[in-house]
C-alpha cells in the first residue's frame, strides 16, 4: 500500500557549487509549465490511497514565489491525507519569507527543512550559498513563532580547509537554534557540479571519519537520537518520510527525476523537461526480483542504527535475517550486532556500514 508522496520542484534561485540534482534557474514560464504537467500526472498516476507522509524537494520549493506556491497547494489537494500525517517542504533562508510561512502554515505543512549547510561565511562562500547565519537565526525563529516545531536543518562537513574547530562552531550554532532534527552530510565531490569543473577534491577519509564522530557525539549529548547514518533527531522527531525509504516501504515520486517504488517496482522519472511536459514520465521501469527487495531491505534497513527487526523481517518476506547472505559471519566477526530481536551494524562500523553491506549485497 503506497501511502507516502515525494514531489520535486527543480528550480533555485541560484545553482550551489556542489549541488548534482535536477534543478534548473527559477523562471517563471518554466515554473507554471511545470505545475501544470506536475499536476497531469499526479492525476494520471495517483490511485486514491491515504498519505500518510509527503514531501516536497527539489530544488528548492521556496523559490516559487506565493502564486506558484498557492496552485502548487492547489495540486496537493488531490491528497487524501491521514489523520497523523507528516508534511514537509524543503526551504532556503533567502528565500523563505512570512507570507510563505503563513501559507505553508494555512496548507497543512507540519515540518521545515532548510538548507543551512554551513555557518561560517567561508565555507558558504565556497558551497555558493546566498545567505548568512543570521538570516537563518532570524528564519527558524520566525518559523517557530508561526507554530512550526518539527525543523530540520542540513549540515554539510568535510570541506576543504575544514579543521575540527570549524565543525565545532557549526554545531554550537545549530545546537543553538534547538531545531528537532539535524541532517549531516559529508561533501560529495560529483560530477557536473562546479566544484568537480574546478578540479577540487574531497578531504583525506582519516578527517572526514573525525568529523563525524564529533559531530555524533556532540549531538549525542546534546539529547539528539542518532537513528540513521547521517540523520539526529531529538525523541518523536525522527523523519516518518525518510523512514519509509529506510524501512523498504512503497513511495510514489512525482515530479522530474522522482523516484517512485510501488509493489515490486522502481520508477525513476525523467529529466527531461519536454518529455516530462509531452507526458513521457518515466526514464526506467525496473522490475525487482525477490532477490532484489530483500537486497534492498538490507542496504537501507541497516542504514537505521537500530538495524532491522528480525521478527517484522520474518513477517515480511517469510525468510529469516541471519539466513541471508554471509549475516551470521558478520554477527561473529562483531560488524553486526544480534541483540533484543534486532540485528543492526555495530556502532563503531556504521561509518563504514556501506563498505560491509557491498561485501555481501554487492555480489
Ligand atoms: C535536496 S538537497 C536540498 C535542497 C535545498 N534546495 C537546499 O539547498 O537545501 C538535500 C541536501 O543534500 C545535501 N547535499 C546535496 N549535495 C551534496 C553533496 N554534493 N555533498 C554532500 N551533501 C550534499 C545538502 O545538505 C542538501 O541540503
Ligand atoms: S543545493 Fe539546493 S539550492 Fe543549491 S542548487 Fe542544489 S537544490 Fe538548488
Not at 197 to 207: A, P, V, Y
Not at 339 to 355: A, H, L, Q, T
Amino acid at each position: 500500500m503506497t501511502s507516502s508522496v515525494y514531489i520535486h520542484i527543480p528550480f533555485c534561485s541560484h545553482i550551489c557549487t556542489y549541488c548534482a540534482f535536477t534543478k534548473f534557474y527559477y523562471d517563471k514560464n518554466m515554473t507554471s509549465d511545470y505545475l501544470n504537467s506536475l499536476e497531469k500526472e499526479i492525476k494520471t498516476r495517483y490511485q486514491g490511497e491515504i498519505i500518510k507522509t509527503l514531501y516536497i524537494g527539489g530544488g528548492t520549493p521556496s523559490s516559487l514565489d506565493i502564486l506558484e506556491l498557492e496552485r502548487l497547494f492547489q495540486i496537493i489537494k488531490i491528497f487524501k491525507l491521514d489523520k497523523d500525517y507528516e508534511f514537509t517542504i524543503e526551504v532556503n533562508p533567502e528565500n523563505l519569507t512570512l507570507e510563505k510561512i503563513k501559507l505553508f502554515k494555512d496548507n497543512k505543512v507540519n515540518r521545515i527543512s532548510m538548507g543551512l549547510e554551513a555557518t561560517n561565511e567561508k565555507f558558504l562562500n565556497y558551497l555558493g550559498r546566498h545567505h548568512d547565519f543570521n538570516l537563518v537565526k532570524e528564519k527558524i525563529a520566525l518559523l517557530k513563532k508561526y507554530g512550526f516545531n518539527n525543523i530540520n536543518v542540513d549540515l554539510i562537513y568535510a570541506l576543504k580547509d575544514e579543521t575540527l574547530d570549524d565543525v565545532k562552531l557549526d554545531l554550537e550554532n545549530i545546537l543553538s537554534l534547538n531545531v528537532s532534527h539535524i541532517s549531516t552530510y559529508s561533501l560529495m565531490i560529483e560530477d557536473n557540479t562546479i566544484l568537480k569543473i574546478k578540479g577540487e577534491n574531497e578531504i583525506n577519509e582519516d578527517l572526514d571519519y573525525l568529523m563525524y564522530e564529533l559531530i555524533s557525539n556532540t549531538l549525542k549529548s546534546h539529547g539528539y537520537v542518532h537513528y540513521e547514518v547521517s540523520n539526529f533527531a531529538k525523541v518523536g522527531f525522527e523523519s516518518k518520510h525518510n523512514l519509509v525509504y529506510w524501512n523498504n516501504e512503497e513511495y510514489y515520486g512525482f515530479g522530474l527525476s522522482a523516484a517512485s517504488f510501488i509493489g515490486n517496482t522502481r520508477i525513476t522519472n525523467t529529466n527531461n523537461l519536454n518529455k516530462y511536459k509531452l507526458g513521457n514520465y518515466f526514464r526506467e521501469i525496473e522490475e525487482l526480483s525477490y532477490k532484489d527487495i530483500l537486497s534492498y531491505a538490507l542496504i537501507l534497513g541497516f542504514r537505521k542504527i537500530k538495524g532491522i527487526n528480525k521478527k517484522e523481517f520474518f513477517n515480511r518476506y517469510q525468510v529469516e535475517l541471519d539466513s541471508l547472505y554471509n549475516i551470521k559471519e558478520l554477527i561473529k566477526d562483531k560488524k553486526l550486532i544480534d541483540k533484543d530481536g534486532n540485528i543492526f551494524v555495530s556502532y563503531d562500523k556504521i561509518y563504514v556500514e556501506n563498505n560491509i553491506l557491498i561485501n555481501f549485497v554487492g555480489e
